[in-house]
């Protein structure tokens, strides 16, 4: 699968942004999807995941009861919805797939695609 992520941009602390991720290829519910981050001089950590249903969804705890991950299997789009932002949640944002057990995925190396990132800047 190809993915290709939008949305992000500038915005102040306490405002909202939505990333989009496109996916095309086939059998896109085969795949449990992921936004991850990186900021300048960390390593890459997984924000959101969601299974192929969408009816299951993990936040790591910075963001949780921010940020709302959503798929959309009959257009082929994965969403975040990053609301109250802040700058610390400054970062490239990567929307990623992989086939697997949506339960044990957590890290980067688990997961095979990847778009091409878009950058979230968060000013105080």
């Known amino acids: 699968v190809q993915l290709q992520a939008s949305g992000g941009g500038l915005v102040q602390s306490g405002g909202s942004l939505r990333l989009s991720c496109t996916a095309s290829?086939?059998?896109?519910?085969?795949?449990?999807m992921g936004w991850f981050r990186q900021a300048p001089g960390k390593e890459r950590e997984l924000v959101a995941a969601?299974?192929?249903?969408?009816?299951?969804?993990y936040y790591t705890n910075s963001v949780k009861g921010r940020f709302t991950i959503a798929r959309d299997n009959a257009k082929n789009m994965v969403y975040l919805q990053m609301n109250s932002l802040k700058t610390e949640d400054t970062a490239v944002y990567f929307c990623?797939?992989?086939?697997?057990?949506?339960?044990?995925?957590?890290?980067?190396?688990?997961?095979?695609?990847w778009g091409q990132g878009t950058l979230v800047t968060v000013s105080s």
């Open positions: 990623a797939a992989e086939v697997g057990q949506y339960a044990t995925m957590r890290a980067p190396s688990q997961f095979g695609s």
């Open positions: 290829g086939r059998f896109f519910t085969s795949y449990v």
């Open positions: 969601i299974n192929w249903s969408g009816g299951s969804t």
